[in-house]
């Protein structure tokens, strides 16, 4: 059984920074796809970052790039995203996602995840 556990986010002000982690089990990590979702009402899902744990390979889209970092420990367990410079319009539910992949498949930006998180709160004020 895969489980995801997160933790971190909360309220910050424009220009904070933030840090969500997300400790997986269960699941076979030199196949590993993992990545952050984030929903906010009234829009879609949207993929913020992703990253292969076979070979950390990552992938982030234009609209958080430069501002976010996705990284993995050295035991492979857990995947972290540091969030700098938050905007308001980063406000969302953030969640938590994993799938066994294969490289191209993981950083294509099309994944659909087969495991989710609780999901995690991310506020930011103006």
């Known amino acids: 059984q895969v489980i995801l556990q997160e933790s971190g986010g909360g309220s910050v002000q424009d220009g904070g920074s933030l840090r969500l982690s997300c400790h997986a089990s269960?699941?076979?990590?030199?196949?590993?796809?993992m990545g952050w979702f984030r929903q906010a009402p009234g829009k879609d899902r949207e993929e913020v970052a992703t990253?292969?744990?076979?070979?950390?390979?990552?992938y982030l889209p234009r609209s958080v790039k430069g501002r976010f970092t996705i990284t993995q420990d050295n035991a492979l367990t857990t995947m972290s995203l540091q969030m700098d410079n938050l905007k308001p319009q980063d406000t969302a539910m953030y969640y938590c996602a994993a799938q066994s992949l294969d490289h191209y498949e993981c950083i294509s930006a099309t994944w659909l995840p087969e495991y989710w998180g609780q999901g995690t709160q991310v506020s930011v004020s103006s």
């Open positions: 269960g699941i076979d990590y030199s196949t590993a796809c």
């Open positions: 990253i292969y744990l076979g070979d950390g390979s990552t």
